[in-house]
């Protein structure tokens, strides 16, 4: 069997029986194409369906189970009981202003802790010395548990929506600026000298070789910092705050208000999915940009 391969397809050469003039088979090739890509797209359509499956699943056993007794229900509550406590929070409550709120701070501190820390990563590459001396500190402060630095934040800028930002940067600006710094370490010192050795200036060959070729590493640090931004707002809310997800988790908890409790819960787990699917898309977007480079 040939095969040859022609952009998303792949052509299969079999071979057909086909009879000769003396009447004795003989072989003819057929072509056989195989499109791979619409292979992938079911492949996907299998796996969403698949997702969405296991997730009603969890819900009707969550459901049967507190409805049998075998779930306590005043502790775990149940998924109807969180849909009706959604439902009035939304038309009568401050749900879709605490969801607003939290997504802000969260979005924020992501964005501006992911730029300034890749910024400070790639300024490394300018000089071996600032980058010898700042690397250990580096390291001390992604070591150090900086949600222990909440209550100073929350103190020094007070309970409104910027300690929450600021929250949510701090957690994030330290693994951008090492994830930058790996890349800007492992740049290739031959293309470099190729690019010198061509007359270009220190700028360019930082533009054209040190950038393009960290960003995938800073790409990759993308996932890890969403995820460390929601939990810094999140953590920010918790100590003090007027609005936000965290807030009426913590105020449920107090007035012992489990359906509340569980609307939070949910709400910030789908909250975390949508931004995990649109920070997938945005390093999606980056790295066909990147490609074209």
Known sequence: METARKEAFVVHAIPSPELSVSGA????VVPYILD???MERKRSRRIVWGRAAVAAMIFVIWEVFTRLGLLDAYYWSSPSAIAETTWIQ????????DVIYTSGSTILGFMFGTAL???????????KSYAGVSEPYLIILNAMPKLALAPVLVILLGIGFFSKVALAFSMTVVVAA??????????DPDMEKLMYSLGAKRRQVFAKVVVPWSMPWIISSLRINI????????????IASSQGIGRMIMYAGTILDINLVWVGVVVLSF?????????VL???WLSKGLAKV
Do not use: N, Q
């Open 227 to 238: 995820a460390l931004a929601l939990a810094g707002a999140i953590v920010g809310e918790f």
């Open 90 to 97: 939304l038309t009568e409550g401050t749900l879709m202003r």
């Open 36 to 38: 791979e890509e619409a």
């Open 117 to 127: 820390g890749a910024l400070l990563g790639l300024s490394f590459w300018w000089s």
């Open 282 to 284: 945005l390093e999606k």
């Open 25 to 28: 088979k003989r072989p003819e």
């Open 271 to 279: 909250l975390s999915m949508l931004m995990y699917w649109g920070v």
């Open 178 to 187: 090492l994830s930058a710094y790996s890349g800007v370490k492992s740049v």
